[in-house]
């Protein structure tokens, strides 16, 4: 999963944003929709090769507090076709690394975006 592939997304001033680490790289994405259904705006990228993953802040990556941090935490690559998470991942507390997860809801926290809400997904 990648938030350097794909244009740009550099959030509206004023608008909500979270940062995306990878690699010792950060990127600021404007977080505009809730994806997830936790209450709080995700961010969505697309890469030129179609491939869209949604990123959510639902801890705080450091403590593990359950409060954003402005930092994504969880990821979800996204079928366009379906709209249905094919992939999943989350930041591994301690180390700040991405660690791939086996797709589908973990048990005690937001689920995959899924239907109607998931970017391409559905009849919005």
Known sequence: MSAQDGPPAEPEP???SMTVEIGGTS???PAEHDYTGDGRPDAAVEAPDGTVV???DSEDNETGAA???GRADEAWVVDKSTGRA???AHVER???EWVDEPSGPPD???GPPDGPSAPGGGSR
Do not use: K, M
């Open 14 to 16: 004023g608008g909500e």
């Open 27 to 29: 990127r600021r994405l």
């Open 54 to 56: 949604v990123y959510s």
């Open 67 to 69: 409060e954003p941090d």
């Open 86 to 88: 094919v992939g999943e």
């Open 94 to 96: 301690g180390t700040g």
């Open 108 to 110: 005690g926290r937001s």
